[in-house]
């Protein structure tokens, strides 16, 4: 009697999963646009910041729009490297395009509040101003804006989570791509924190030469070289994070999650002090920007402080949920 196996009347054995190849292509080529996008914004950075200079009547700020355009020309270049990734079914372009799509679904959700706010505020932002608005057009400025909002940080991100966080996606790019990567060595939690803290540090030093030239702490405002040297340290701060994080070092987490609640809380005194505006205007921003957040009624009445305490409360809510990914340092052997 032949064995079944050997029986080619059996059906072939089927895969434990739907095959989402055309997905990721839709998905990986919708990323390689916005990468575009973003990158034709790089020169409109610098229109941008000329138009704003005439408006206030300032002069061009020209590491401001140096910091925009490097910001948007590294956002083209990550989605475009994601997006080929993607095309081609790369674990790694899984893994790192799910933990964006978590980052920005959070930073929406965070964000949505604060845009109610300023679109509750921008009539009497507008009058600051010297402009006025028909009521009709005012709605209307306010439902674009807010629809706006919510399109690109809740319902872009919110689909990219679902679609690769599927398991049939993950097991469709662990087929295509077998080879272990190095997104496969950490959590996608913790994965994503490190995105962050790598991504917070460049984002400092693009702007400690124009705007690192106060530092608030503890009530007072530091300037000159010791405020630069203590962005400096925060930036090596952060990458000091991120590297301990990507290796799941509990003795990171909690030097991180104690220095990240002594430096809120220092800065909030010290805002709580001298106020946000008198901040900005030892940051050497121009004086009319600074009578138009004079106006901002977020900035008045201390809603931004308000929802800067709400970020905190949820990101240390973060921390501790990604606190059981992380272990102590095991017990090296004694020396010889």
């Not at 990721?24 to 390689?32: D, R």
């Not at 306010?142 to 679902?162: D, Q």
């Not at 599927?166 to 994503?192: F, G, K």
Request: some cysteine; overall charge positive.
């Amino acid at each position: 009697m032949p064995l079944a196996m050997d029986n080619p009347a059996l059906p072939p054995v089927q895969p434990t999963y739907q095959d989402r190849r055309t997905g990721l292509i839709v998905f990986g080529v919708f990323a390689i646009l916005i990468g575009a996008c973003c990158a034709l914004l790089v020169p409109l950075a610098f229109f941008g910041q000329m138009m704003a200079a005439r408006q206030l009547g300032t002069d061009f700020d020209t590491s401001a729009a140096v910091i925009s355009a490097a910001v948007y020309g590294l956002m083209a270049v990550v989605l475009i490297w994601l997006g080929v990734g993607s095309v081609l079914a790369k674990r790694w372009a899984r893994a790192l395009l799910l933990c964006l799509g978590w980052i920005g679904l959070i930073i929406g959700l965070v964000a949505m509040p604060a845009v109610f706010l300023a679109m509750n505020s921008i009539g009497a932002t507008l009058r600051a101003q010297g402009q006025t608005l028909p009521p009709g057009a005012l709605v209307m400025v306010k439902v674009v804006a807010i629809a706006t909002t919510f399109v690109i940080y809740i319902v872009i991100p919110g689909i990219a989570v679902l679609f690769y966080r599927s398991p049939h996606v993950r097991r469709t790019c662990e087929a295509r791509d077998p080879v272990e990567r190095w997104t496969d060595r950490c959590p996608l939690p913790v994965l994503a924190l490190c995105l962050l803290k790598v991504f917070a540090a460049a984002i400092l030093l693009a702007i400690l030469p124009t705007y690192g030239r106060v530092f608030p702490l503890a009530g007072i405002v530091l300037q000159g070289w010791p405020a630069r040297v203590l962005w400096l340290a925060m930036a090596a701060f952060l990458v000091y994070a991120a590297r301990g994080f990507y290796r799941l070092d509990l003795r990171t987490w909690w030097i991180y999650t104690v220095g990240t609640l002594v430096l809120w809380s220092s800065s909030l005194l010290t805002f709580q002090r001298i106020g946000l505006i008198d901040f900005y205007r030892q940051m050497g921003l121009p004086q009319r920007q600074l009578e138009l957040m004079e106006h901002n009624p977020m900035l008045r009445n201390g809603s931004i402080l308000w929802l800067s305490l709400l970020s905190m409360v949820i990101w240390l809510g973060y921390l501790l949920y990604v606190r059981r990914f992380f272990r102590a340092p095991t017990d090296r052997p004694a020396a010889a």
